[in-house]
């Protein structure tokens, strides 16, 4: 026979329920004043003591995932003291969703922890600085994408929404396709000393007069465009639309005047050759990258095998310069298209209207067209030439890069052409995340 054991269940007060969960979930200490970098997985440790700087994305992840267990014993609370949040917890919310929310809001590190602890790392192990910027920036942007995809899991239950939505977090709506070109405003410390309307009505005239000439003068093209310059960039700056910079500056319509005008902002000289130098010496390392990345690896590779080996050079130089946006998981076509359909983005687009044959691009010194705002600029000798020629123009008609190919262009503006200004923001991590891998 069996035997009957019943249970009496007593209700137990909200107040000790809440106490209980914020004891239960809390860790013990407090964060400490410093930070001790823990062991890492034994193959990780090993490349570390072996003072291995090329280490893989899981070798990083599992660096990563150890810092974070490390972190996650001690408290961090989002802003809020416990007591604070319990307190806007609804006393009918059950024991289970309290916790939930207090396990959730328990995940936020400062800015200063997770500094503190990607400086921690840097200062043990040197080697694995970043080679651009503060040194440990891809490091606290790692971590702190940990801690968030660790809280991910609980995002979705309905009393952290509720708290999310009381403390100010909400995601931010899409932004809809853009239709034209976004200023962007540079600081500018330009003045157009001794010019006026006048005297700028008359350079302007002497630069049209050579433009409708077979042979400009050089030396005077350069001057005219250079006492104009100031005057230029305030009219450019108030507003005035590409095409009406084009048609009353019309040196700006060649890649040799783009250059020139990037040379009068940043006080540099031979742009061109400082562009096929600097990528030059990145070409293999990009190309390497890109393996798996790009579709254009493959018919790069054809490409290589069907050519001279005099070629090659040319050919790798292009074919880098095409897979770059893939490094950083953009699209090439928001940059470089092919074919005659006209180009989606109002952006500056290097256009080849005579082939769609990627591989003749690679091989082949086809005309490339840059077009900005649906306007065509200029005619530029081969896909590597116009491809500067449209990064040139986002500074010359003062654009702001698209969100698109933001890290191509920005990985192009620092690291390559080494064109800064005081100001200046970090490196986007992913940017710094590739000059790493170079």
């Not at 931010?172 to 405003?185: F, M, R, V």
């Not at 698209?402 to 923001?425: A, C, E, I, M, W």
Request: hydrophobic content about 35%; proline content about 6%; charged content about 25%.
């Amino acid at each position: 026979m069996k035997e009957t054991v019943t249970l009496t269940l007593e209700p137990v007060p909200v107040e000790s329920q809440s106490r209980a969960g914020a004891s239960n979930i809390s860790p013990s200490t407090a964060f400490p004043a410093f930070f001790e970098v823990p062991k890492f997985p034994f193959d990780v440790q090993a490349k570390l003591d072996q003072k291995e700087c090329r280490l893989t994305s899981s070798d990083r992840n599992k660096i990563i995932r150890t810092l974070y267990e490390s972190m996650a014993q001690y408290k961090m609370y989002f802003s809020l003291p416990v007591p604070v949040l319990i307190a806007y917890i609804p006393f009918y919310t059950t024991f289970n969703a309290t916790l939930m929310c207090l396990k959730y809001f328990c995940r936020y590190p400062t800015t200063e922890e997770y500094v503190q602890v990607a400086k921690a790392l840097t200062l043990r192990y040197p080697f694995l600085k970043d080679k651009e910027g503060n040194g440990y920036h891809t490091w606290h942007m790692s971590l702190k994408r940990k801690f968030k995809f660790e809280r991910t899991p609980l995002a979705e239950v309905e009393e952290v929404k509720r708290l999310k939505q009381k403390f100010g977090h909400s995601k931010k709506s899409l932004q809809p396709e853009e239709s034209s070109c976004k200023e962007i405003t540079r600081p500018l410390e330009i003045n157009a000393v001794g010019e006026d309307a006048t005297s700028i009505e008359g350079h302007v005239k002497v630069l049209q007069d050579q433009y409708r000439r077979t042979q400009p003068e050089t030396h005077i093209v350069e001057d005219r465009m250079r006492r104009t310059f100031a005057w230029r960039r305030q009219e450019i700056t108030s507003g005035m639309t590409v095409e009406d910079v084009v048609n009353k500056y019309p040196f700006l319509k060649s890649p040799s005047g783009l250059y020139q005008e990037i040379g009068f902002l940043y006080k540099c000289v031979q742009l061109s050759r400082h562009f096929r130098e600097h990528f030059g010496h990145i070409t293999s390392s990009v190309l390497q990258l890109a393996q798996g990345k790009s579709p254009l690896a493959k018919l790069h590779k054809e490409a290589r095998e069907e050519s001279l080996c005099e070629d090659h050079l040319g050919i790798d130089f292009k074919a880098a310069l095409l897979m770059l946006p893939a490094l950083f998981r953009e699209k090439l076509e928001h940059f470089i298209v092919l074919g005659e359909s006209e180009p989606s983005s109002p952006y500056p687009t290097v256009q080849v209207q005579e082939t769609t044959d990627w591989k003749t691009v690679f091989t082949r010194r086809v005309t490339a067209v840059i077009k900005v705002d649906g306007i065509e600029i200029c005619h530029a000798n081969g896909v590597d030439e116009g491809a500067l020629a449209a990064f040139c123009a986002y500074f010359v008609f003062n654009l702001t890069y698209p969100s698109h190919l933001k890290n191509t262009l920005v990985f192009l503006q620092r690291y390559v052409l080494k064109l800064t200004v005081d100001g200046d923001k970090p490196l986007p991590t992913p940017v710094t995340r590739i000059i790493n891998l170079l």
